[in-house]
């Protein structure tokens, strides 16, 4: 039934993902370090890898994006060496191939924000889980990482850059890679998932939040109380699965 809906849609789906790349804004990657050190105390070597949301795409400086946030944090608690390596556009197979440039480092800790450039792309789920495999390993044997973290797809099925049905459609192939990287993982050794609350559900103390309000302005990317969050999350579960 999914694949006749698909197929009854694809001409609709084509015209909008065409007008979504021609009519959407273009975030640049916010300036800032890349690279440092910072704190005192035990030492800890970050690498944080990915895509453009990983590179901070959606506010106007590192310092407000994710690696700001996470090196902010760490380094209240560690003599932390921290590295930056993403790009917009980057997918998973974009990834693995700039490891296998990069010169062999150790590192403590992986935070890898990937999946979304796999989702938008024709890649079949088994394919996308042999990249990850392959990341994995790579980081593993090559930069001796001891956890790797991976963060959640987001919920692509909000992003207001997507028109309808385009983004029910985008929302339905998430889900399905998301359920995947999820199964993959918990046959992981050393590789970790990255949850998020659900911050787009009402209860009787929370009203429901606008997804104005947390992503960035051109609808598609995170905006600084994700980024903040998402910090806060990582550090939760980096001391919880200690």
């Not at 949301?53 to 003599?79: C, D, I, P, W």
């Not at 938008?120 to 789920?125: C, G, K, L, M, Q």
């Not at 042999?130 to 790579?138: F, G, W």
Request: glycine share 6%.
């Amino acid at each position: 039934m999914r694949n006749i809906i698909l197929l009854l849609l694809s001409p609709i789906l084509i015209i909008q993902g065409i007008w979504v790349r021609t009519r959407t804004v273009r975030l640049p990657e916010p300036d800032g370090q890349r690279s440092g050190k910072s704190g005192s105390g035990e030492s800890l070597r970050l690498l944080i890898l990915g895509d453009s949301a990983a590179a901070g795409v959606g506010v106007n400086s590192q310092e407000k994006a994710l690696t700001g946030q996470v090196v902010s944090r760490l380094s209240t608690r560690f003599n932390l060496h921290w590295h930056l390596d993403a790009k917009t556009g980057r997918t998973t197979y974009d990834t693995l191939q700039v490891l296998k440039s990069r010169q062999a480092e150790n590192y403590d800790v992986v935070l890898i924000s990937l999946g979304v450039n796999d989702v938008t792309s024709r890649i079949a789920v088994l394919d996308w889980l042999e990249h990850c495999s392959d990341l994995a390993e790579i980081l593993k044997d090559k930069f001796s990482a001891k956890r790797i973290i991976w963060s959640d797809l987001p919920k692509m099925e909000k992003f207001t850059a997507l028109p309808q049905p385009l983004r029910w459609v985008v929302g339905q192939r998430k889900d399905h890679l998301r359920n995947a990287l999820a199964n993959w993982i918990r046959h992981q050794e050393s590789v970790e998932l990255l949850e998020f609350p659900n911050i787009f559900e009402s209860s009787e103390n929370k009203p429901r939040e606008k997804i104005e309000d947390w992503i960035a302005s051109d609808g598609y990317h995170p905006g600084e109380k994700i980024y903040v969050l998402w910090a806060e999350q990582f550090m939760q579960h980096l001391y919880i699965n200690d």
